[in-house]
């Protein structure tokens, strides 16, 4: 809980700062277009802190968040209800996590690797589809789901925020949770425990890949084209945002509360710069220095004990 009071704190140091040095920064359009901007930001995190719970790190959401969204495009584009086009996208989402599940889970290959070679094979894979093209020509229905900006700017708020109630609900009270937290803690201590990690792992990289796919959905509604190169540098905001809420790098601990702090920190930092009159590309710099720091922390901190398997 203490690094997640500490990034609260410089969440809260950061608005007071704000109020007196940039008073119009708490304008409610400007409050508003913050939010719904970073609400897909925050379902992807939301996978995102599943995964480094489980003590894996997953670098090729950027490509399925990318994927995903063409998807939905094109669904939308072939006369599927705005609806249905939605599930396509989360279900891509899915399919494409699976894969990382099964090459991770199933044959034990680093999820680093994994997710890197996913991450360039999956990016360029869309590209050679199509071709650079973004998906254009859309029916009016899609973007903001047809019920216009004010009532598709209210949907996609209330997706993310209800996507964040039920995970931070099932984080404390659910079962598959306390196994996810226990595995991520010991994989071998787990294991003789009788959790099985790969079930685990596999249904971690799923998770993913479908939260990855409604925040592909959630963030290409609010256009009338589809972008095809979507989600480029998605999984630094992503792994920057969980670690710099409280997780630990090497997995066991996050909360998602930490995660929704994260967010809005990283959220309200990129405003502030510009407000301050320092270049944007500082955002990415400082991104980097928190997920550095993070893994500074945690390899000072107390290092976890391994249970040595009986024969």
């Not at 009016?140 to 209330?158: D, K, N, R, Y």
């Amino acid at each position: 809980m203490r690094r997640e009071k500490s990034t609260g704190a410089a969440l809260l140091v950061l608005l007071l700062v704000l109020a007196f040095a940039a008073p119009e920064f708490f304008r409610l359009s400007n409050l508003r277009e913050l939010l719904v901007n970073n609400a897909a930001m925050l379902v992807v995190a939301i996978g995102m802190t599943l995964v480094i719970l489980a003590g894996h790190i997953d670098i090729s959401i950027g490509s399925q968040f990318a994927i995903a969204s063409v998807m939905t495009g094109v669904l939308a584009k072939e006369g599927l209800p705005m609806p249905a086009a939605a599930m396509g996208g989360v279900i891509t989402g899915g399919l494409l996590g699976s894969i990382n599940g099964v090459l991770v889970a199933g044959l034990g290959i680093p999820s680093i690797v994994v997710t890197l070679a996913t991450m360039i094979g999956l990016r360029n894979g869309l590209r050679w589809v199509t071709e650079g093209r973004w998906v254009q020509d859309l029916p009016a229905s899609f973007q903001w789901a047809g019920l216009g900006q004010t009532g598709g700017e209210a949907l996609i708020l209330f997706v993310a925020i209800a996507v964040f109630a039920a995970f931070a609900w099932a984080s404390v009270n659910l079962q598959a949770m306390r196994l996810l937290y226990a595995t991520g803690s010991n994989p071998e201590a787990a294991r003789l425990a009788g959790i099985r990690p790969p079930r685990v792992f596999f249904a971690v990289f799923v998770s993913m890949g479908m939260l990855t796919g409604l925040a592909a959905v959630l963030n290409a509604m609010r256009f009338s084209e589809v972008q095809g190169n979507a989600g480029v540098g998605l999984e630094m905001q992503a792994i920057a945002a969980v670690v710099v809420g409280g997780a630990s790098i090497t997995g066991g601990r996050a909360t998602m509360i930490g995660t929704l702090l994260g967010v809005l920190l990283l959220a309200v930092i990129g405003p502030a710069l510009t407000f301050a009159g320092v270049s944007a590309f500082w955002e990415k710099a400082i991104q980097g220095s928190i997920i550095l720091a993070a893994v500074l922390m945690d390899a000072r901190g107390p290092r976890r004990v391994h249970v040595a398997a009986t024969p």
